[in-house]
T-cell receptor, first 110, second 111 residues
């Protein structure tokens, strides 16, 4: 059962473009975390959202948690080649184990 | 900045052999986890550990797996008799206030 679906699965864009990655579920999460993972490395935590409707900004990255706490989005403004990587959402439900999404692989070309 | 470390970075073993993967969590963290990621697949939860005992384990974490915190700094994952399908990246994570921080992983290859 895919509890957290991310879309798109792959995204190739030019430097300077904007993009949005979606993380959707039919289940409610008590919190949701976004990670970025480079090949051969562990996921690196970007942000945690807890409250429904919450918006957090991290430089050019904007994260939003849905009002019903079932979905989240990551928006990147003016993407740069350094943003290239695998973006993962991961939710927490009743216990503290992370349930990871399917991932979005982003490639930003100069 | 404190970080989770893992050793070895790559472990190659023969099927049926025992392996121990080691992790040093961030020093003031109280909760510890193991996850794995089979090549091309999602990161999957294996086990969580708090106060010297397992808090939760997934159905992947069968009798062949065990975890231990042998001293105040190390957290280990042991696989008693490895199978081909155990080949994966294994990530250790630790947390103190709900946010989990991951180590760089150990790539386990079972031949």
């Amino acid at each position: 059962t895919q509890l957290l679906e991310q879309s798109p699965q792959f995204l190739s864009i030019q430097e300077g473009e904007n993009l949005t990655v979606y993380c959707n579920s039919s289940s409610v999460f008590s919190s949701l975390q976004w990670y970025r993972q480079e090949p051969g490395e562990g996921p690196v935590l970007l942000v945690t959202v807890v409250t429904g409707g919450e918006v957090k900004k991290l430089k050019r990255l904007t994260f939003q948690f849905g009002d019903a706490r079932k979905d989240s989005s990551l928006h990147i403004t003016a993407a740069q080649p350094g943003d290239t990587g695998l973006y993962l959402c991961a939710g927490v439900r009743n216990t503290d184990k992370l349930i990871f999404g399917t991932g979005t692989r982003l490639q930003v070309f100069p | 900045e404190p970080e989770v470390t893992q050793t070895p970075s790559h472990q190659v073993t023969q099927m049926g052999q025992e392996v121990i993967l080691r992790c040093v969590p961030i020093s003031n963290h109280l909760y510890f986890y193991w996850y794995r990621q089979i090549l091309g697949q999602k990161v999957e939860f294996l086990v969580s550990f708090y106060n010297n005992e397992i808090s939760e384990k997934s159905e992947i974490f069968d009798d062949q797996f065990s975890v231990e915190r042998p001293d105040g700094s190390n957290f280990t994952l042991k696989i008693r008799s490895t199978k081909l399908e155990d080949s994966a990246m294994y990530f250790c994570a630790s947390s103190v206030l709900g946010e989990q921080f991951f180590g760089p992983g150990t790539r386990l290859t079972v031949l």
